[in-house]
C-alpha cells in the first residue's frame, strides 16, 4: 500500500515557492543598483558618466559609494556593543527569567512583539537590540519548554517590530523637523516665511491617533502568525542548535584566571568600572539634559558601550573583548552590502531622480490625497535609499514647498513620510541583516512572512491617512 500523503495547504505552497525563488539579499542589492541606474538614465536628463553640462550616473554611484561609511561603522557597532551587552552574565540572567514567563505559543509571539515595539517606539537603536537579543532568550526557552516555534515566522515577527521602531520618535523626519530653524533653512526665499519654525512630536507621532494606528499595524503579523505557522511539526525549524548550546554555555560559572600579571591585567575590574562607569555616567547625564528623542546612534552606542563594561566589570576586559568581537563577526553583510546601498543613494541625488518622482507626485495630488502619495513616495524611494536621516536631508527641500503649495498639515505628511519608511523596510534587505545575523537565517526565509503583512499594513496606513 501507498503511504497517504497530506496535500500541502496554500500557505505551504507559498512558502515552498518563496523559498524557490526568492534570492539572496547581496542578488537582490545588485538588481536594486542596475535598476536605479536605468530609471536615472530614462527619466532624467543624466547621462552615463559626467560630461561639461550633464551629470552622470556612473559618476554619482562612484562619489556616493562610500558615503555610508559613518553610517555602517555605527551599526556595526551598534551590533557588537548590543551583543556584548545581552551576552553579559547579568543581562543573561535577567532575560532568561523575563523568557520564562510566557508558556504557550501565541505568549511567545505576543511578548516578543510588545516588548520589542514598546522599546523600538523609545529608539529605533534599542528596539532592535532587544528585539534581537530577548528574541534569542524566548526561542531558547520555548525549546526547553518543549514548544515548538517555527524560527523563521518568529524571526520575521520580530523584524516587524522596526515598523513603531522607524517610525516613532527616535525618527529623522521628526527629529529634524522639530528642531528649531531647520525646515526653514531646508527651503528656497520664496517659502522660508511660510515655513513653520518647528513642528513638535506632539503633532506628528506622539499623539493619540498615530500610537493607536500603530498598535492596530503590530496585531497584523500576530494574526498572520498565528494562520501561517506551520501546522505539520516536521515542518519546524526551531532555533539554531549553535545558538541554543551557546545559550546553555553561558548560563554556567564563568571562571577568569588571574594568576600572572598579564592574566590580572586581563581580568582587571577596576579598570572595567572606571572606564564604563565615566561613559555610562555621562551618558545618563547628557540623557537627562536632552531626553530619549535626543539619543541619536553615536549617543547611543557610547551608552551601550559603557553599560557593557559595567556589566562585564567583573569579568575583566579580555572576556567584554571576546564578546564584542562575536558581534563584529555578526555584521559582515553590513559592511559588504552598505557601500552598494550608497552608490544608489549617490545615483538618485546626482542625477535627479528623487525630484523627477515627487514632481510625479505633486502633479497628482490634492489637500486629501498628498498624505498617501507622500507615504507611497517614501516607501517606493526607501527600497533604493533606505537611511531616513540621509533621505530626508535631500528630499525635504523640495517636500516641504510641496506641502504648503497644496496646505496639507505638516505633521500628517511627516506621519506619511516615517510610515513609508517603516513599511518597506521589512521587505528589503538592509535592516534584515543584523536579524539574519543574529539568528543564521537567509532572507528569503523571513521575506517571505513579511511581504503578506505589509501589503495588508500599507492599506490600512493609507485608510487612515484618507479618513483620520
Not at 553610517?71 to 551583543?83: C, R
Not at 600572572?260 to 539634559?289: C, D, W
Request: overall charge neutral; proline content about 5%.
Amino acid at each position: 500500500m501507498n503511504k497517504e500523503t497530506t496535500k500541502p495547504s496554500l500557505m505551504d505552497r507559498y512558502i515552498n515557492g518563496f523559498m524557490k525563488w526568492m534570492p539572496e539579499s547581496l542578488f537582490i542589492c545588485f538588481i536594486l543598483t542596475f535598476l536605479v541606474a536605468i530609471l536615472s538614465l530614462v527619466f532624467t536628463d543624466a547621462t552615463l558618466v559626467d560630461t561639461p553640462t550633464q551629470n552622470g550616473v556612473i559618476n554619482g554611484w562612484i562619489d556616493g559609494f562610500w558615503g555610508l561609511l559613518s553610517f555602517a561603522m555605527q551599526m556595526s557597532i551598534l551590533l557588537a556593543t548590543g551583543n556584548a551587552v545581552a551576552s553579559s552574565p547579568p543581562a543573561q540572567k535577567l532575560f532568561k527569567k523575563l523568557a520564562q514567563i510566557p508558556q504557550t505559543r501565541a505568549q511567545f509571539f505576543i511578548f516578543a512583539v510588545i516588548i520589542g515595539s514598546v522599546f523600538g517606539f523609545i529608539h529605533w537603536g534599542l528596539g532592535m537590540m532587544v528585539a534581537i537579543v530577548f528574541g534569542k532568550e524566548l526561542l531558547v526557552q520555548a525549546r526547553k519548554k518543549g514548544v515548538k516555534i517555527h524560527t523563521p515566522l518568529f524571526v520575521s515577527t520580530l523584524f516587524f517590530t522596526f515598523l513603531p521602531a522607524t517610525s516613532g520618535i527616535s525618527g529623522a523626519a521628526v527629529l529634524y523637523s522639530a528642531t528649531p530653524n531647520y525646515l526653514i533653512n531646508s527651503v528656497s526665499e520664496a517659502y522660508k516665511d511660510l515655513t513653520p519654525v518647528s513642528i513638535p512630536l506632539t503633532e506628528s507621532v506622539l499623539n493619540v491617533q498615530f500610537i493607536t494606528l500603530l498598535i492596530v499595524c503590530m496585531t497584523v503579523p500576530l494574526i498572520f502568525a498565528y494562520v501561517a505557522h506551520p501546522k505539520n511539526e516536521d515542518s519546524i525549524i526551531e532555533i539554531d542548535n549553535e545558538i541554543y548550546m551557546n545559550s546553555q554555555t553561558s548560563s554556567q560559572g564563568i571562571i577568569i584566571p588571574r594568576n600572572t600579571p598579564a592574566e590580572k591585567m586581563n581580568g582587571s575590574r577596576i579598570v572595567m568600572y572606571l572606564t564604563g562607569g565615566i561613559m555610562f555616567g555621562f551618558s545618563l547625564y547628557h540623557l537627562s539634559q536632552v531626553g530619549v528623542a535626543g539619543l541619536d546612534l553615536n549617543r547611543f552606542n557610547f551608552l551601550f558601550l559603557g553599560l557593557g563594561l559595567l556589566l562585564c566589570a567583573q569579568q575583566g576586559p579580555e572576556y567584554y573583548g571576546q564578546l564584542f568581537k562575536e558581534g563584529v563577526i555578526s555584521s559582515w553583510g553590513l559592511v559588504l552590502q552598505f557601500p552598494f546601498y550608497a552608490g544608489i543613494f549617490g545615483m538618485i541625488e546626482h542625477s535627479g531622480l528623487g525630484l523627477v518622482i515627487s514632481d510625479l507626485f505633486v502633479s497628482v495630488s490634492n489637500q486629501t490625497t498628498w498624505p498617501v502619495f507622500a507615504y507611497i513616495y517614501s516607501a517606493l524611494l526607501n527600497i533604493a535609499v533606505p537611511s531616513g536621516g540621509s533621505k530626508f536631508v535631500i528630499e525635504a527641500p523640495y517636500l516641504i514647498p510641496a506641502t504648503l503649495e497644496i496646505g496639507t498639515d505638516f505633521g500628517k505628511i511627516l506621519q506619511a513620510y516615517q510610515m513609508g519608511d517603516a513599511t518597506t523596510n521589512l521587505i528589503v534587505p538592509f535592516w534584515a541583516l543584523s536579524y539574519l545575523a543574529n539568528f543564521k537565517l537567509k532572507f528569503n526565509q523571513i521575506v517571505a512572512y513579511t511581504i503578506p503583512c505589509v501589503l495588508i499594513v500599507s492599506l490600512i496606513v493609507i485608510g487612515y491617512l484618507l479618513f483620520i
